[in-house]
């Protein structure tokens, strides 16, 4: 059974608003959290992490925020520009683990 | 420049001849990965290894074997290609693991048909 849900397989959004891709997860083992970015044709890229012993981290135009309580991660992208148009994977890890569990992806289309 | 490289990029065979996708990063890292990403299942971890001889089964292991007797090199073999093995394969590696500060680096991916 997948452990970790993008339960939104595509999304749009206008140019300068904001995106907002969700991410739930079901082992409470997890404890680092991470949000790939990937493009056609190229291996998924990394964008931006959490552990869980925080709830927000942010990064430029990025931000991720965690709620560990309802096992429920969410990555902002504020402003939205065209070139943020890709597939998100969101991926969960134990902190000591060597297994990365990914989610399905969420296609992010923002249009001008 | 920092990277992982993967080959071929493309690639159809038949079933059941022997392939090999071979796997290199220059980084120095201790941890590789294999992945697959199929469509509407995102992707799915097949091996993994913490270091030089020491590999691990990941979420989709069957019908794929690996190897590490280099630190920089991480090769998946098929040994007996079947067409449920059709997919895009992706390889990774990381300083140390898959925990807090040792994001996975990715390769370009490899497009596997078998026929």
């Known amino acids: 059974d997948q452990q970790v849900k993008q339960n939104s397989p595509s999304l749009s959004v206008q140019e300068g608003r904001i995106s907002i891709l969700n991410c739930d997860y079901t082992?409470?083992?997890?404890?680092?959290f991470l949000w790939y970015k990937k493009y056609p044709a190229e291996g998924p890229t990394f964008l931006i992490s959490?552990?869980?012993?925080?709830d927000k981290n942010e990064d430029g135009r990025f931000t991720v925020f965690l709620n560990k309580s309802a096992k429920h991660l969410s990555l902002h992208i504020v402003p939205s520009q065209p070139g943020d148009s890709a597939v998100y994977f969101c991926?969960?890890?134990?902190?000591?683990?060597?297994?990365?569990?990914f989610g399905k992806g969420t296609s992010l289309l923002v249009t001008p | 420049e920092a990277q992982v490289t993967q080959n071929p990029r493309y690639l159809i065979t038949v079933t059941g001849k022997k392939l090999t996708v071979t796997c290199s990063q220059n980084m120095n890292h201790e941890y590789m990965s294999w992945y697959r990403q199929d469509p509407g299942l995102g992707l799915r971890q097949i091996y993994y290894?913490?270091?030089?001889?020491?590999?691990d089964k990941g979420d989709v292991p069957e019908g794929y074997k690996v190897s590490r007797k280099e630190k920089r090199n991480f090769p998946l073999i098929l040994e007996s290609p079947s067409p449920n093995q059709t997919s895009l394969y992706f390889c990774?590696?990381?300083?140390?693991?898959?925990?807090?500060?040792?994001?996975?680096?990715f390769g370009p991916g490899t497009r596997l048909t078998v026929l």
């Open positions: 082992n409470s083992m997890f404890d680092y």
């Open positions: 290894s913490m270091n030089v001889e020491v590999t």
């Open positions: 991926a969960a890890s134990e902190n000591s683990g060597y297994a990365l569990n």
């Open positions: 959490i552990s869980s012993i925080k």
């Open positions: 990774a590696s990381s300083r140390l693991g898959t925990g807090v500060d040792n994001e996975q680096f």
